[in-house]
């Protein structure tokens, strides 16, 4: 155990960061909030190495860190998170990994709808985004038990990729839209972006404002390609998921809140030096 984790065993260093916790959220939600935030909850193998433990643990400690981040964003009005929980990559992992997530998955999707736990908590609608086809029959149970025992849910989202990448959304887009434009006889020179977005995975989500990566790596993995546009702050943070604490996520918030406002601000003295 690290010095600074030996010291946070105490319970007055956990009451004085619990109450620090507090006043950086009530200093968040003064400004302006992310309505749409996603990560990529990248580290938990290495995590799991230097910790000696083993590749399952890791990923354990991710659903915990991803728990307390959640927790976290519907605290100070984040209406939705989006999580790569599972790449289509990822099946080429030894199978023994791949079982694990998936039991990792199908345990803690069931266990976010229990009565008293984040869905219920938040009023959180679980929604699984990815290829169903690719998913096990016990998985593919507690993913429809979640979906459903969640949908009436109302004040945010909890999107959870699984298995999923952008390049696999998209060209599924690109054919639910040329199905729509022949079955309607449209001319196919109408496809936008607009009509596209409407068949993406995501479609029923706000715009996405940020993005966050940790461990160090800095590129998106076929992740949020299509929705990570110019108005999205990209943060890549180096720390490992399972180390990713809200203090860190709170000055990102702290940054991007102040980014808005400034834009904000100058928008309002442009139009004022216009009306003069
Ligand atoms: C990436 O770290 C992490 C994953 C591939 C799996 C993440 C899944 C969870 C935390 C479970 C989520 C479950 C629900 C229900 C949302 P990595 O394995 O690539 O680690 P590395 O970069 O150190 O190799
Ligand atoms: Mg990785």
Request: aromatic share 8%.
């Amino acid at each position: 155990m690290s010095i600074i984790s030996w010291i946070r065993t105490f319970p007055l260093v956990q009451f004085f960061l619990g109450w620090a916790q507090e006043l950086i959220m009530a200093i968040i939600k003064t400004g302006p909030v992310p309505q749409h935030v996603a990560f990529v909850m990248d580290g938990n193998r290495r995590f799991a190495r230097r910790q000696k433990l083993e590749v399952r643990e890791g990923h354990s400690a991710g659903f915990e860190s991803l728990a307390h981040i959640l927790e976290m964003c519907y605290q100070v009005g984040i209406k939705v998170v989006t999580v790569y929980a599972f790449s289509i990559e990822n099946f080429k992992r030894p199978a023994v990994e791949v079982d694990a997530i998936m039991e990792i998955a199908r345990t803690k999707l069931l266990q976010l709808i229990h009565h008293g736990d984040i869905a219920d908590r938040y009023g959180v609608s679980v929604r699984v985004l990815g290829q169903r086809s690719l998913i096990p029959p016990d998985v593919l149970q507690a993913v429809d038990q979640s979906t459903d025992m969640t949908k009436n849910n109302e004040r945010a989202i909890l999107n959870v990729c699984f298995p999923y990448t952008s390049r696999n959304d998209i060209a599924t887009a690109m054919q639910l839209t040329i199905t729509d434009v022949v079955d309607k006889g449209m001319d196919p020179n109408d496809i936008d972006e607009k009509m596209l977005e409407q068949h993406m995975l995501t479609k029923d989500s706000p715009p996405l404002d940020m993005l966050v990566r940790t461990s160090g790596v800095e590129r998106l993995s076929d992740f949020m390609l299509w929705q990570a546009h110019q108005d999205c702050s990209i943060e890549f943070v180096d720390c490992l998921w399972p180390e990713f604490e809200p203090w860190r996520f709170s000055w990102m918030l702290l940054k991007w809140g102040r980014k808005k406002s400034i834009e904000k601000q100058r928008r309002e003295m442009e139009a004022e030096r216009k009306e003069i």
